[in-house]
């Protein structure tokens, strides 16, 4: 709980300061926005681990294959960065690449789903013959 405060501390001092140089100089304004993001990033890494370590464990218990729940997880894993650099490109004022960002992140998620389609096609024949 008290990670999150220092995180929003951090966002809102980053935005601020972000706000203030752009009107001097737009590309100090823009890396210093992509600065705090990558501090704030940096920060939840050791969250994500152990999120990511007790999910592994509960799904193993389950009895779950990795082949089951890897690509859901490389998908998520996708999905987050590709919205986190989209809204980076689209704040710097490049939308269009933003938006073929997103395209391409969703093509790569159907991508890394492509094993666990194959294992829910394989128990649906084994379900019905």
Known sequence: ???IFKLA???VCGALFAAFLRPISPVFG???AL???LLLLYAIFEP???IFAVLSGFLTAAGMTKNLYVPVIKAVGIA???HITAQVCKDAGEGALGSKLELAGVIAAIAVCIPLMREVFALLESMLL
């Open 48 to 50: 994500i681990e152990q």
């Open 80 to 82: 987050v960065i590709v």
């Open 30 to 32: 823009i890396l210093t």
């Open 9 to 11: 501390a951090l966002a």
């Open 35 to 37: 600065a705090c993001g």
């Open 1 to 3: 709980m008290y990670l």
